[in-house]
């Protein structure tokens, strides 16, 4: 299955900053997914990322204030703007490997302070 | 939005004994996925399901993708103390990288030695 490296794996951030994460994938794919995981709760998608054109985000998540890069087909960027104490959470990025199903990074933890 | 029902939420049992979890859903999935989530890393893929009624095991692990495709149940035997973590079923409407998954609340396992 894909190995997928997320940076970084943690950071502490103040309210109204933004933090960029970034998932490096070791095999071209051609969709990536964003979740975030809330303190003690399951995993929620935010969006979908194709190379190439813009990501989809599903409901309850804007552009505005989850901005997602898809630049090749190895790597995608999310940014948490303006963040806020409720984003507090785990954001992990995923692909589809096919009969692996769908792989998980190991997520980035962001406490916003 | 959309969730799976996954029970129980919690369970604390003796190092050997057999384990249970199930999930239901409201709506037909065409693929049921079980994972691990080990604290501070990101879910990975015990058992993969896709045919309802498929019977699948693992190793100690065994799935069954439910005949009516609402639901799915995962079992463990004779628990071991790595077999901590939290369990989480997912759904996916469609197949392969054509849908996204709808994650249950999870099951928190622990295991006394």
């Known amino acids: 299955s894909a190995v997928i490296s997320q940076k970084p794996s943690r950071d502490i951030c103040q309210r109204g900053t933004s933090l960029t994460i970034q998932c490096q994938v070791d095999?071209?794919?051609?969709?990536m997914f964003w979740y975030r995981q809330q303190p003690g709760q399951s995993l929620t998608l935010i969006a979908t990322a194709n190379q190439g054109s813009e990501a989809t985000y599903e409901s309850g998540f804007v552009i505005d204030k989850f901005p997602i890069s898809r630049p090749n087909l190895t790597f995608s960027t999310l940014t948490v703007s303006n963040m806020s104490p409720e984003d507090s959470s785990i954001y992990l990025c995923?692909?589809?490997?096919?009969?692996?199903?769908?792989?998980f990074g190991s997520g980035t933890r962001l406490t916003v302070v | 939005g959309q969730q799976l029902n996954q029970s129980p939420q919690s369970m604390f049992i003796q190092e050997g004994e057999d384990v249970s979890m199930n999930c239901t859903s409201s709506?037909?999935?065409?693929?049921w996925l079980w994972y691990k989530q080990d604290p501070g890393e990101g879910p990975v893929l015990l058992i993969a399901?896709?045919?309802?009624?498929e019977l699948t095991s693992n190793g100690r692990l065994t799935a069954q993708f439910g005949i009516t495709r609402k639901d799915s149940f995962l079992n463990i035997s004779a628990s071991i103390p790595s077999d901590v973590g939290i369990y989480f079923c997912?759904?996916?409407?469609?197949?392969?990288?054509?849908?996204?998954?709808?994650f249950g609340q999870g099951t928190t396992l622990q295991v006394k030695p």
């Open positions: 095999s071209q794919v051609t969709m």
């Open positions: 399901l896709y045919k309802a009624g």
């Open positions: 995923s692909v589809w490997t096919g009969s692996y199903g769908y792989t």
């Open positions: 997912a759904g996916q409407h469609g197949s392969g990288n054509t849908g996204k998954l709808i």
């Open positions: 709506s037909i999935f065409n693929t």
